[in-house]
């Protein structure tokens, strides 16, 4: 992904673009979608939101709108990231080592102890082991070690810890009995249950098992973990877990579904909840390369054949108890528009600049000689653009183009009517949507907005146009708005000018207008009660 998809993230929308630019990896988590951690290409880490329980490891309970550096984790080489509901979160680094801070109410920060965390700390008990991949549930954690080992802790009311008794475990513990043995490649936390998948395709569950999430063909909590039999010869690549259910995804392709299903979310086209593996056949997804889901919610997310992202369960309040076809591009998006709460299932790790999409594509080709088809000419300065973007994006210019006329063949076109800076303003709107123009330029732009007929582009003048209203200049811009039939902008200027009557026509800009403006303004201002005694 791109560093345009962080855009689905309203929490980020703040961030200036020049530090955009330095992120390497995001995660967005939190019971309201408020916080986040970004780690940028040099090694920085760095926290943004509401800082609930102090889960954004600043070494305060302070939240904030904007960045700030998280300086425990900064040069530790972070990898990944993983958190649960209170919140409490895990980084893990390179070099396999956990740091955990945040809600610690139930021993989930593996530090022997149930104080909050403000700052990352090592978790105990793992000096000695390389943790390869790290999951949380609601209250505790669980870590994968480079030898296929398990080790868990924190809240342990329903076995999810699997330390053979239901209290909490306030350090990593090694989880045994059916692992033993075992060499296990991939781990996963339901709100209270832990998963776990073997090198050769085996699937064990253990915690709370009341909705049939553990998928071993009854409803019984367990303490200790417990083979999903009814997998028996389908190899398991992957389980990702929700809330209360499960999917598997097994190295054919196919997609295994089970547990709570009150939100149709294992896509069974009904809300009866399933205590063993049922295979989702579902024709047009083809064959399934990727699935998500959390513990924080009730959706299921999919990629089929062609990279196409399925959703369904519980999608923005609504239930869909089938895989629905969505338009967007990744698994990452489908959680950002439809989870609730939209947190992110793993952290979003964006690409390398070399990989620009076609939105960048654009933006870098505007005004770039080496590309350009055509130069607009405007007074002696040369702008360098493309006849086919100019085409699609204005009808002026889609007619200026047409066969017939004669500038169709020209490389060079000359433009006297606006400034070279409103003129080039308005040529990287057409490539990138953005105005980047100081205000007191706006109403030149709004000229050649109305003349050029770019009604959205209108639209943002006026606005623009609005914020710097004042007594002195309100009588020209009611007047420029009446000549270029900005009606919005009209009565704005109109209610402004009313609110400042006795200002405003002691002002030179409205001594000078037309009579007629001045006749019709008066007339209007006198409907509006201005003169009653």
């Known amino acids: 992904m791109s560093r345009a998809d962080l855009k689905n993230w309203p929490i980020f929308s ?18 309201l979608g408020n916080e986040a951690l970004i780690v940028t290409k040099d090694g920085d880490v760095y926290a943004l939101g509401s800082n609930t329980a102090g889960c954004l490891g600043t070494g305060d309970s302070h939240s904030t709108l904007h960045p700030k550096k998280v300086e425990a984790l900064c040069g530790k080489g972070i990898k990944t990231f993983a958190y649960g509901s209170g919140p409490h979160v895990l980084a893990l680094t390179n070099k396999g080592e956990i740091y955990s801070w945040g809600h610690n ?36 954690s669980v870590a994968l070690t480079e030898d296929g080992e398990v080790y868990s802790w924190g809240q342990n009311n329903c076995g999810q810890v699997s330390s053979g008794i239901s209290s909490n475990q306030g350090a990593p513990r090694k989880v045994n009995s059916a692992l033993t043995g075992k060499v296990v490649v991939s781990i996963a936390c339901g709100q209270t249950s832990s998963m776990a998948v073997t090198d050769v395709g085996e699937v064990f569950g253990w915690g709370y098992n009341g909705v049939g999430q553990l998928g ?3 409803y019984v909590n367990q303490l200790s973990p417990c083979k999903v039999t009814g997998l028996n010869g389908i190899v398991i690549e992957k389980v990702a877990c929700g809330y209360a259910h499960t999917l598997a995804l097994s190295d054919e392709g196919a997609l ?44 299921s997310v999919a990629m089929g054949q062609g990279g196409k992202i399925y959703m369904w369960g519980q999608c923005r309040g609504q239930s869909v108890t089938s895989p629905m076809a969505t338009p967007l591009p990744h698994i990452h998006d ?20 070399e990989e620009v999409g076609i939105s960048e594509s654009l933006r870098n080709a505007f005004d770039d000689a080496a590309t350009s088809d055509l130069t607009i000419q405007i007074q002696g ?11 699609i994006r204005c009808q002026y210019f889609k007619s200026m183009f047409q066969e017939h006329w004669a500038e169709n063949n020209r490389d060079v076109i000359e433009h006297s009517q606006f400034s070279y800076d409103v003129f080039k303003s308005f040529l990287r709107y057409l490539y990138t949507d953005e105005v980047d123009l100081p ?4 109403l030149e732009l709004l000229d050649l907005a109305n003349a050029y007929f770019e009604t959205q582009l209108k639209r943002r003048c006026v606005q623009m146009i609005k914020q710097g209203i004042t007594v002195s200049n309100v009588a020209f811009l009611y007047s420029t708005a009446i000549e270029y039939n900005a009606k919005e902008l009209e009565d704005f200027c109109f209610k402004f000018a009313l609110n400042h009557m006795t200002a405003v026509i002691q002002t030179p800009n409205f001594a000078k207008l037309d009579e007629s403006i001045i006749k019709t303004f008066i007339v209007k201002a006198a409907q509006a009660g201005a003169f009653k005694t």
């Not at 009904?270 to 513990?295: F, Q, W, Y």
Request: hydrophobic share 40%.
């Open 216 to 218: 071993i063909g009854n």
């Open 14 to 31: 703040l961030l200036e673009p020049k530090f955009i630019s330095t992120i390497h990896m995001a995660v967005v988590y939190g019971n």
């Open 105 to 140: 109410g139930y021993c989930e920060l593996g530090n022997g102890s149930t104080n909050q965390g403000l700052t990352p700390t090592l978790c105990l008990n793992l000096n000695e082991k390389v943790v390869t991949a790290i999951a949380c549930g609601s209250h505790h």
């Open 439 to 442: 205000p007191e330029n706006a």
């Open 256 to 299: 295994y579904v089970w547990g709570g299903n009150g939100f149709g979310q294992l896509g069974l086209g009904n809300k009866a909840n399933a205590c063993t593996p049922i295979k989702l056949n579902v024709t047009e997804m083809g064959r399934i390369s990727d699935i998500a889901t959390l513990h924080y919610n009730h959706i």
């Open 381 to 391: 300065k040369p702008i360098y653009v493309h006849k086919a973007v100019l085409k």
């Open 334 to 353: 489908a959680l950002a528009c439809y989870a609730t709460p939209s947190v992110m299932h793993q952290p979003l790790v964006l690409h390398a600049e």
